[in-house]
C-alpha cells in the first residue's frame, strides 16, 4: 500500500511541475511579447519626438517672421490651460 500512495503523490507532484512548466513558458512569452512592444513605442516615440521638434523649428521660424512673440504666446496658453483645470477642479468638488 505505501508504493501506491507514494506513486500517486508523485503523479500529482509531476502534474503539478508541468503545470508551472507551461505557466513559466507562458509568462515567458508574454514578458517578451511585453518587450516588444516597450522597443516599438519606444522607436515611435523617439519618431514622434524628432517629428515635433521639427515642427516646432517650422512653427518659430514662421512666427519669427511674423513678428509674433512665442513666449508670449506660449505664456498664455499655460495660464488658459491653468485656469481650465482650476475650473474642472472646482466642478469637481
Do not use: C, P, W
Not at 500517486?8 to 507532484?13: D, E, H
Not at 519606444?42 to 523649428?57: G, I, S, Y
Request: no cysteine.
Amino acid at each position: 500500500m505505501g508504493f501506491g500512495s507514494t506513486a500517486k503523490k508523485l503523479q500529482q507532484v509531476t502534474d503539478m511541475a508541468e503545470d508551472v512548466y507551461t505557466r513559466l513558458n507562458q509568462l515567458r512569452e508574454q514578458v517578451s511579447e511585453t518587450r516588444e512592444t516597450v522597443e516599438e513605442t519606444k522607436t515611435r516615440v523617439e519618431e514622434m519626438d524628432h517629428e515635433l521638434a521639427e515642427q516646432r523649428a517650422l512653427v518659430e521660424a514662421l512666427a519669427e517672421q511674423q513678428d509674433i512673440d512665442i513666449d508670449a504666446v506660449t505664456a498664455d496658453a499655460h495660464v488658459v490651460d491653468a485656469e481650465a483645470v482650476a475650473e474642472s477642479d472646482d466642478e469637481s468638488a
